[in-house]
């Protein structure tokens, strides 16, 4: 006779705990400024315990100021060396009047209009097609795309922090792949050519070894080893290169770099243009050079608070009034701590922005360095998504006046596309892609013959046959 026993075990695992706190922190960090105003209004309407006390205090230290609109003590430059940006809080209402824009930095139509990001982009064809309940969802998918345009949270943290079914996700994130550009919000790159395969099956015929090449040999595809493709795949090396050209010409692994919004759709592309910064870059000069000093903007003017009285009457409140004052209470230092939080967040990206782009923001375009958010993650000690959703939808006032996304600052081409356009601008005669990629690389610009064709795409700058001059 066979005896089955039953056994319990425990096994150790560790997993990101979710807390209120970082899920409210992280959906304030992807608000602009106007958002946390509208928000903080939306707050004292529906809490007692939450007041916005009319002082005129440092939003930094909480000290009174005596008609400055900067304190004397978080301003003080003393020890502060030209390299060093001094980033602060300040209040929108210093910074209503626009300011005077000088024409010898750059053309103000490099940067307003601005075609909108990619999480605007995507979310507002996904909007339609969502669900009650499935915005907070897609809010959180977009705001953690990285640079390619793939999902960087992992499905099962984006379920704990909205605590929604995995499921319920992963059919959030499905609709969003299916946006243009197709695959974004994937979790791989491999699943990102899935799913335009997929797309193309319902519009024509695909090839039919396609998708298995995709599952099953996806880095010999990427290293373009067709001998060895061919074994895996057991075809014949002729069947091999069709399968690769086929792959080539229709799929792209990174949705973020192919063709879409304005430059994929033309003049019909929605565009916005950058009013009201979420952070304003100014230069004082300290006696040895010009240095740089941001105010991350607050969108109100006094100090939010947790009402005193209120405090006071939950602690002698009856039996049947105590929860509940209490949990405004509650819920009011949840506000106020997460908002800190938010700001204390935004003041440290400004702070390295401001430091490894100061050439970008003093001299242009050519002068921006190759940064990515994931290396200002690292050196912040943040997730990665944390940092794209702080420059989702913010813009930046650099000290010429101009107004730009503070994306930008991420741009890995902007200096190669503003090299490329000097190029074009000052040739004599029509130059091809191939003579504009060797004169790019005399400049330190390795950059492919094709990936000049995209770039001048980008800049809407014709092709040298169509450059003729008259």
């Known amino acids: 006779m066979v005896t089955q026993s039953q056994g319990h075990y ?99 139509e490099d940067y307003s209009p601005e075609i909108e990001d990619l999480p605007t982009y995507v979310g507002r064809q996904v909007a339609t097609e969502l669900l009650p309940g499935e915005h907070e969802i897609a809010h959180h998918i977009l705001s953690s795309l990285d640079d390619d345009g793939l999902l960087t949270t992992p499905i099962v943290e984006i379920a704990m922090l909205v605590r929604a079914p995995i499921s319920r996700v992963e059919a959030v994130q499905r609709k969003i792949q299916l946006c243009d550009p197709l695959g974004v919000g994937s979790s791989s790159h491999q699943e990102v050519l899935l799913i335009q395969l997929e797309a193309l099956a319902e519009r024509g015929p695909v090839d039919p070894l396609a998708s298995r090449a995709v599952r099953e040999a996806l880095p010999l595809l990427t290293q373009n080893q067709v001998d060895r493709l061919a074994r895996a795949l057991n075809i014949t090396q002729p069947r091999a290169r069709q399968l690769v050209a086929f792959i080539a010409d229709n799929l792209h692994p990174n949705p973020a770099s192919a063709y ?7 003049a019909s592309a929605a565009l916005q243009r950058y009013t009201s910064p979420d952070a304003v ?30 405090i006071e009457a939950a602690r002698n409140a009856p039996p049947e009034m105590a929860e509940k004052w209490q949990a405004d209470v509650d819920s009011a230092n949840l506000a106020v701590k997460c908002l800190h939080q938010r700001n204390n967040t935004m003041k440290r ?6 430091k490894y782009q100061r050439e970008f923001i003093l001299h242009g375009p050519a002068h921006l360095q190759p940064l990515t958010r994931a290396e200002l993650a690292e050196e912040l000690n943040l997730h990665e998504s944390t940092i794209s959703r702080a420059v989702a939808n913010k813009a930046v006032q650099l000290p010429s006046g101009q107004i730009i996304p503070a994306a930008r600052f991420f741009d890995r081409s902007l200096n190669v596309r503003t090299a490329l356009k000097s190029l074009i601008e000052n040739e004599e005669k029509p130059l091809s892609d191939t003579k504009l990629a060797a004169l790019l690389a005399k400049q330190g610009f390795d950059v492919a013959r094709r990936t000049v064709a995209k770039y001048r795409a980008m800049e809407k700058i014709l092709p040298a046959r169509q450059r003729a001059k008259p």
Request: contains cysteine.
């Open 281 to 310: 870059i100014s230069c004082t000069d300290l006696g040895q050079g010009p240095c740089l000093l941001v105010d991350v903007i607050w969108p109100v003017s006094g100090t939010l608070r947790v009402r005193p009285e209120i």
């Open 349 to 354: 990206l400004m702070q390295l922005l401001a």
């Open 10 to 108: 425990q096994r150790l695992t560790q997993r990101p705990v979710v807390t209120a706190h970082l899920a409210h922190t992280m959906s304030l960090i992807h608000m602009t400024r106007q958002e946390i105003r509208e928000k903080i209004i939306s707050d004292i309407a529906s809490n007692p315990a939450l007041e916005l006390v009319d002082d005129r205090s440092c939003p930094n230290c909480g000290r009174p100021l005596a008609g400055s609109r900067q304190c004397a003590v978080c301003s003080y430059t003393g020890n502060l060396t030209p390299d060093e940006p001094l980033v602060l809080m300040a209040y929108a209402s210093d910074f209503d009047s626009p300011r005077p824009y000088r024409e010898e930095f750059t053309p103000l």
């Open 260 to 266: 879409w919004g304005g430059v994929r759709h033309g």
